[in-house]
């Protein structure tokens, strides 16, 4: 590529770029951060500046940055074919990678369909189980046409993920948008009224979503869930035991369940899958982010045989799934999940991470002694550290003071990427990080909360 200076290109960036969940105003005052180049766990910017990568590139990044065994993998594939469509044709690495995905998510998830991103797993979720119901025979299950979604739910951007979503913030403006569905309290909020006895916790969230699939089960084609934690909603931990029962009841219930694993899948929680946790297995799994090891865009939406057989028939029976993204099942990008899986595989990477998940947990202990952190919830090598302005209340600091950013610009200065959701720091480790590298991402973001919230004025 030829070269431009550093401040060229910070130009044609404010110039021409629209960037997501960013405020552009903000934008163009500051010094945008232009990375360059990724190594290991580490991201240098144009000047040469050297970042520890603290959330995973937007929670995809596993083995590293330029792995050479996933690069390897991507050139080999590039040097027989970059594209041909799945829409009636095959090709050789979205078919082993699809026997590989079988082999290793929960028993029953027999079938792979392949697109790009998690919100169009979820999204190609929601429109299996809604056909499902429609075709499997039974005059009964023809009004099974809503979903059960979870407050503070995210299951991403586009219409149909936004509809079972539940976070304010991102997705009141689109309500005139958005199919209507069946709300349950979220059991993952430690703020609920139910928590404050977390024991009966498990219990009383079960028991909520047990009473509201009674009155509603005839109308409900599925609950949509995020195993274990609601990442996007600030990394709000289950209960334990929650996702089990509901899993319970939607076998009881006739319901499907849909495992949005988007974020927990492939590692995060410290088991491949999240499900794994409580022996889960639920009808659909939705599945991208760490699937090419945060290398290419792919995503696998997984369904049963059960699921699947619905909509086997006649051409004249018109029972076809008619949804197919353009790039579906992309050449390169399976190839990279291959290379990415074989590497967890290679490397005994799940069981290499219970040291560091046991380092993680016990490090992030401290935190909780800084007079602005109200909460600190972690699964895995996943991380929320809530920033308050009156810890007692668990206020939040009025937005106008924008502390979490300046928590993150903090952190930057002194070589760490972070990003907050809301009034949350978010830790999304690299799975491959040593032991040292997450000391000096905790020790930074200490540091660095410390420094904005107690030393800085407003
Ligand atoms: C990130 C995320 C999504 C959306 O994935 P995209 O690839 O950004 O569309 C969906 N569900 C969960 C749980 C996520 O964390």
Wanted: hydrophobic share 40%; with cysteine.
């Amino acid at each position: 590529m030829d070269y431009y200076k550093p401040e060229q290109l910070e130009q044609w960036d404010k110039q021409y770029v629209w960037h997501p969940f960013t405020q552009m105003r903000q934008w163009q005052k500051e010094k945008p951060l232009i990375i360059a180049k990724g190594e290991g766990s580490y991201l240098y910017d144009l000047e040469g500046n050297k970042y520890l990568d603290g959330i995973s590139s937007l929670w995809v990044t596993v083995h590293g940055h330029r792995k050479k065994e996933i690069n390897r993998a991507i050139i080999e594939q590039l040097d027989q074919l970059a594209h041909s469509t799945l829409l009636g044709q095959a090709n050789i690495p979205s078919t082993l990678l699809a026997r590989k995905l079988v082999e290793i998510t929960p028993e029953g998830l027999n079938k792979v369909f392949y697109s790009e991103s998690g919100s169009t797993a979820v999204e190609i979720g929601l429109k299996i189980a809604y056909q499902y119901w429609q075709q499997r025979g039974e005059e009964k299950y023809k009004t099974k046409r809503k979903f059960v979604s979870l407050a503070n739910a995210y299951h991403g951007d586009t219409i149909g993920s936004v509809s079972v979503g539940g976070i304010n913030l991102f997705h009141k403006i689109f309500a005139g948008l958005l199919f209507e569905t069946v709300n349950a309290p979220s059991p993952y909020c430690y703020r609920c009224p139910l928590h404050l006895n977390r024991e009966s916790c498990t219990m009383d969230c079960v028991r909520e979503m047990e009473s509201l699939l009674a009155d509603h089960h005839h109308e409900i084609a599925g609950v949509v869930i995020e195993p274990l934690v609601q990442g996007a909603a600030g990394m709000l931990v289950a209960p334990e035991g929650y996702l089990a029962g509901v899993r319970e009841l939607c076998t009881r219930f006739d319901v499907l369940l849909i495992a949005d694993e988007v974020a927990v899948g492939f590692g995060r929680t410290g088991k491949m899958f999240a499900c794994a946790h409580e022996n889960v297995k639920p009808d659909i799994m939705c599945l991208a982010k760490g699937i090419t090891g945060g290398y290419l865009p792919l995503a696998a939406t997984m369904v049963t045989d059960e699921i699947y057989q619905a909509f086997l028939g006649e051409i004249d029976e018109c029972r076809t799934f008619y949804h197919g993204h353009t790039y579906t099942g992309n050449p390169v990008a399976c190839a990279a999940a291959l290379a990415n899986l074989e590497l967890f595989a290679r490397d005994q990477l799940i069981a290499g991470l219970q040291e560091k998940i046991a380092f993680f947990s016990a490090d992030l202990k401290r935190f909780m002694e800084l007079q602005h952190v109200g909460d600190v919830r972690q699964k895995g090598l996943m991380a929320g550290i809530e920033i308050v302005g009156n810890k007692a209340a668990k206020e939040p600091f009025a937005i106008k003071y924008n502390i979490p950013h300046r928590i993150v610009l903090e952190a930057r200065k002194n070589g760490l990427i972070i990003r907050p959701l809301d009034n949350v720091i978010v830790l999304m480790p690299i799975l491959s990080m040593s032991l040292a590298e997450l000391k000096r991402l905790l020790d930074i973001t200490y540091a660095a909360i410390r420094k904005v919230t107690e030393e800085e004025a407003l």
